[in-house]
Every structure is written in structure tokens, then in C-alpha cells.
């Protein structure tokens, strides 16, 4: 039988909605997607790709660790990003995380939660 736990941890913005940062399923990791908030102040990391890509990883990891897992354990990530043109710096950052080059989708949408520049969600195994 599948049980769904649900996954929270003070190191990552809280949801700012119905849902959670998290979910557990048999062993995998389910996440949310995760944009550029600072999980403390709860705004918007200010700046560029660069700055708001590197908060989305800190999100990630704190959710990552609290579930026992980490990023060498990630198999899936859906990337969504507000303008293509970022689509190179985005990279940049995100190869120093995900090494292990887990399976990938990234795509351009017209708006993001809080008009930030990126939001990323995972797949990985506990």
C-alpha cells in the first residue's frame, strides 16, 4: 500500500498556497516547485538569474535534507523559467548541483508565481 507523507521543513519557504513543499511516496521525494523566496523573510531574493537560481537550489536542499535524500539522488527536474534568454546562466548554476545529470525538462512560460525568473521541481529517490 502507497502512503503519502507529507514533507515540511523551516529551512525551505513555506507553500504560499494549497499544497505542500513536499511529498514522500514508497521511496521518492516529490517537490514542489520552488522559487526564489528566502525562507526566512519570506520575499523574493532580488537581482538577477543568477542570485534567484542560486536561492531555488538553497530551497531544494534544505528540502532535500530533510527528507534524508540529496542531489546526487535527484533523477528528475522540471525547470521553468520566465525568459529563455537566462536559459545559460541558468545552466551554469544548476550543473554545479545537479552533477549526477539527472533526467530534465526546461521550458519558458509566460509568468511564474510572484513574477520571479525561475522555479524548479524534483524527483528524487530517499
Known amino acids: 500500500m502507497n502512503i503519502i507523507k507529507h ?32 525562507p526566512i523573510t519570506g520575499e523574493i531574493v532580488g537581482g538577477g538569474i543568477e542570485e534567484q537560481t542560486l536561492q531555488v537550489m538553497r530551497n531544494l536542499s534544505a528540502i532535500l535534507k530533510e527528507a534524508g535524500s540529496s542531489f546526487e539522488k535527484v533523477f528528475k527536474t522540471t525547470c521553468f523559467l520566465a525568459d529563455m534568454d537566462d536559459f545559460a546562466k541558468f545552466n551554469e548554476i544548476y550543473a554545479e548541483y545537479f552533477v549526477s545529470k539527472p533526467a530534465r525538462s526546461c521550458v519558458a ?18
Open 7 to 38: 514533507l515540511h521543513t523551516d529551512l525551505a519557504p513555506l507553500a504560499i498556497g494549497p499544497y505542500s513543499q513536499a511529498v514522500i511516496v514508497n521511496d521518492c521525494l516529490h517537490t514542489s516547485g520552488q522559487i526564489p523566496l528566502d
Open 109 to 126: 512560460v509566460r509568468t511564474l508565481p510572484k513574477n520571479v525568473k525561475c522555479e524548479v521541481e524534483l524527483i528524487a529517490i530517499i
